[in-house]
């Protein structure tokens, strides 16, 4: 069981916002750990979309966000579009874990 | 351009073993820490292990520890995965993945190479 909840799915309207929440505890995101946000198509490699909690890499346009206060953490994708339908998974450090890796169960985002 | 190339998955009977192999290219292969994350059939990513630069450290999951070894060898921009006693439940996508210079977030995968474990 991962100890960085998601809700298992969210979805949209294109053109709409949609946050996915990440919920952690006093060992990782609670203790001050930055979270970072993967989008995952089937299929394909994982990109990374946020690091360190808000900042982007290059690429990555800034209709995405995201922002982390205490145990908890959000990614924001405005102006919705189709090609946003895909999984998203949080990771952090987690200060109890051997290896202290940790990703959260992923979040399934369908573009209505 | 960061590449990523996993090879050496396949179908493996129970109990047997397997070495996964990641060809990497675009970088300084031996200035970063490198990990490999798995992805069961229907479920998220799991972190398997990783590994130091200069192969100086590495760790693992506690749901691979004692059965899998990490390595690497920077002559030949190479990161390995031994995989010993397999079980169904390893049965996964398994991705090579880069670890950002400050701090284990992962910017650059590979496609993946796939392990079925099976009888």
């Known amino acids: 069981q991962s100890v960085l909840t998601q809700p298992p799915s969210v979805s949209g309207a294109p053109g709409q916002r949609v946050t996915i929440s990440c919920t952690g505890t006093?060992?990782?995101?609670?203790?001050?750990?930055?979270v970072h946000w993967y989008q995952h198509l089937p299929g394909t490699a994982p990109k990374l979309l946020i690091y360190h909690s808000t900042s982007r890499p290059s690429g990555i346009p800034d209709r995405i966000s995201a922002s982390k206060s205490g145990t908890s953490a959000s990614l924001a994708i405005t102006g919705l579009r189709a090609e946003d339908e895909a999984d998203y998974y949080c990771?952090?450090?987690?200060?109890?874990?051997?290896?202290?890796?940790?990703f959260g169960g992923g979040t399934k985002l369908t573009v209505l | 351009e960061v590449q990523l190339v996993e090879s050496g998955g396949g179908l493996v009977q129970p109990g047997g073993s397997l070495r996964l192999s990641c060809a990497a290219s675009g970088f300084t292969f031996s200035t970063f820490w490198m990990s490999w994350v798995r992805q069961a059939p229907g479920k998220g990513l799991e972190w398997v292990a990783n590994?130091?630069?200069?192969?100086?450290?590495?760790h693992y999951a506690d749901s691979v520890k004692g059965r899998v070894t990490i390595s690497r060898d920077n002559a030949k921009n190479s990161l390995y995965l031994q995989i010993s006693s397999l079980r169904g439940e390893d049965t996964a996508l398994y991705y090579c993945a880069r670890e950002g210079i400050t701090d284990n977030f992962f910017d650059s995968w590979g496609r993946g190479t796939l392990v079925t474990v099976s009888s």
């Open positions: 590994i130091k630069g200069d192969g100086s450290e590495r």
């Open positions: 990771q952090s450090y987690d200060n109890t874990l051997s290896g202290s890796v940790l």
């Open positions: 006093s060992s990782n995101l609670g203790a001050g750990y930055d």
